[in-house]
């Protein structure tokens, strides 16, 4: 029931654009697989064969660095409201910071998100749809406002502050460079100043 495709089809596209939630998995070469669900109308489709998606500041920063080591990275989507479908996008990706020349072009296809943390960018290289029977039905009632609530009231400095206490490494130890990528210092240095 499985097919395979070499990129995203319109009607696939469109599926993707329905959807409230979809889940990225990365890992390294060694330690944890990471699986997160994402939502917030963060995705953009690009391309068939590339899609972008906005990382808001969270409690862990394991995709980029998964990245950083292995840039592979699987997207899925399951039909929960309508007819049944999984959807899997399987490539290579890298993350795009603040201070990267593409994050203004591609931060303006993106909503304006407070706490946005990077862009991850996928060049798909295999689409596969399969049958998805098995997934409930579930309705979406709405986004939570919880996130950007807290992002907003940390405010730029505060979540600067967090990514420097939270999301310098992955919970398995690699880096992040969330620090580094973003033109902060560490805050050691910080507090010396």
């Known amino acids: 029931m499985a097919e395979q495709l070499d990129g995203l089809t319109d009607q696939l596209t469109r599926f993707i654009e329905a959807q409230q939630i979809f889940f990225v998995a990365t890992a390294a070469t060694q330690g944890r697989v ?6 917030m109308d963060s995705l953009r489709v690009l391309s068939p064969n ?9 409690s862990g920063n ?3 660095a998964h990245l950083l080591e292995t840039p592979r990275m699987t997207i899925m989507f399951a039909g ?9 996008l399987y490539g290579q990706a890298r993350a795009i910071h603040h ?7 591609l931060s303006a296809k993106l ?11 996928l060049d798909i290289d295999m689409v596969q749809t399969s049958c998805g029977y098995a997934v409930p039905f579930y309705d979406f009632v709405g986004e939570r406002d919880t996130l950007k609530g807290w992002a907003e009231k940390r405010g730029d400095d505060g979540i600067a502050d967090y990514w420097r206490d939270k999301n310098q490494t992955s919970i398995d130890g690699l880096p992040t460079q969330i620090v580094e990528a973003n033109g902060l210092s560490d805050k050691s240095q910080k ?3």
């Open 191 to 193: 507090q010396k100043n």
């Open 111 to 121: 909503p304006a998100l407070p706490g946005a943390r990077q862009i991850f960018d």
């Open 34 to 39: 990471n699986i997160s669900p994402k939502g």
């Open 50 to 58: 590339r899609v972008i998606w906005l990382n808001v500041t969270g």
């Open 80 to 88: 929960f409201e309508a007819k049944p479908l999984i959807l899997r």
């Open 62 to 64: 394991e995709t980029a």
């Open 99 to 105: 201070t990267d020349p593409e994050w203004e072009a």
